[in-house]
């Protein structure tokens, strides 16, 4: 029989794109999502929806009606900025809401439990590429939090008092970009912030010198990754960095996408801020553990990964 995946936060960017991928495959999917960024339009007909929140284990219970098999546990506050701004709401749906997940995934013996890290889980890196040996220094807010929910899941995956065993694995992702990353949203995703920036015809905004940089990995490229990991047992108890294993620095991102778009700097505005709290100055992923303990290689050159995302965001913009 196929087996029943829960994903959290299946109405986003990530989720969402998940839950189709899985369902093409055959797998049966529920889906819960508050909507707070996600989009009801981004929810494949085919899952089951269920509109709740994962800090009110209620709601959460709610996902178990079916025999579940396996738990994406994605839904979570996607910004850095804003866990400054509110560093309450963070922790509580980033940490209280991986919690719950836990606390059902006990409760109605789930085996599997696959769980949205991030590169924020490193702060400064020892050096780049880094590796997932390396400190886990977090320097924001929202990573404190990514960081922490990852500790409880693999914790749990370590308990030995449960009647069934847990496996747990982590995915440290660094920038991932796509369909359906929000044009809207001013508070995630850079590619897709500065695409909507020049939809909108307005100034784009880079925070410090603009020399930072950015290991950037195509959805489709991540969805591959999580998915491949499902049944794979070397992947049990493991943290992976999905990435691209390359950088490129933000002044180079926004030439590129004024080049996608035609244009260039000297007929765009580019407005340079002061850095912002929790900004990591260089980020690479070494990708070696995930190629071989996954059996995985990002496809996605981003040429075309962006000319894709491109078209997508001008399809969806004119409509
Ligand atoms: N986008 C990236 O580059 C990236 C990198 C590393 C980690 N992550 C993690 O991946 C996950 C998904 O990120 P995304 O970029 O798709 O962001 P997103 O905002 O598009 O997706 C998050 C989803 O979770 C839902 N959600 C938020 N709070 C919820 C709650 N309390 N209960 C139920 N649903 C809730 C939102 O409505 C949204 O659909 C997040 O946990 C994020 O921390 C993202």
Request: hydrophobic residues 40%; charged residues 25%.
């Amino acid at each position: 029989m196929a087996k029943h995946v829960l994903v959290t936060g299946g109405a986003g960017f990530i989720g969402s794109n998940f839950a189709d991928e899985l369902i093409n495959m055959g797998y049966k999917v529920t889906i819960i999502d508050n909507l707070s960024t996600g989009l009801k339009e981004n929810i494949n007909p085919k899952a089951i929806f269920i509109k709740g929140d994962v800090k009110k284990p209620k709601d959460v219970e709610k996902c178990f009606k079916k025999r579940i098999d396996v738990i994406f546990h994605i839904a979570g506050c996607a910004s850095t900025i804003k866990s400054f701004h509110d560093p309450a709401a963070d922790l509580f749906t980033n940490v209280l809401g991986t919690i719950n997940i836990i606390n059902a995934a006990i409760k109605f013996k789930v085996p599997r439990l696959l769980y949205a890290s991030s590169m924020t889980s490193y702060g400064v890196p020892d050096k780049i590429p880094i590796k997932e040996t390396m400190s886990t220094r977090p320097i924001s807010y929202y990573g404190i939090t990514k960081y922490a929910g990852e500790r409880y899941c693999l914790a749990t995956g370590l308990r030995k008092d449960l009647s069934f065993k847990l496996n747990v694995t982590a995915f440290r992702m660094f920038n991932v970009y796509g369909r359906r990353q929000s044009l809207t949203n001013p508070y995630q995703g850079v590619v897709s912030i500065f695409i909507g920036n020049v939809l909108r015809g307005e100034p784009i905004t880079i925070f410090g010198d603009g020399e930072q940089s950015r290991d950037y990995v195509h959805i489709k490229d991540v969805t591959r990754a999580w998915i491949n990991a499902i049944d794979n047992e070397k992947s049990f108890g493991e943290v992976f960095n999905i990435g691209s294993g390359t950088r490129m620095s933000i002044n180079n991102l926004v030439d590129f996408i004024l080049r996608a778009f035609g244009k260039s700097r000297k007929n765009y505005k580019v407005i340079y801020k002061p850095e912002r709290p929790g900004d990591q100055k260089h980020m690479q992923a070494d990708i070696s553990k995930a190629q071989k303990l996954l059996n995985w290689q990002p496809k996605i050159k981003f040429e075309d990964g962006m000319a894709d995302t491109i078209n997508w965001a001008k399809e969806t913009w004119y409509k």
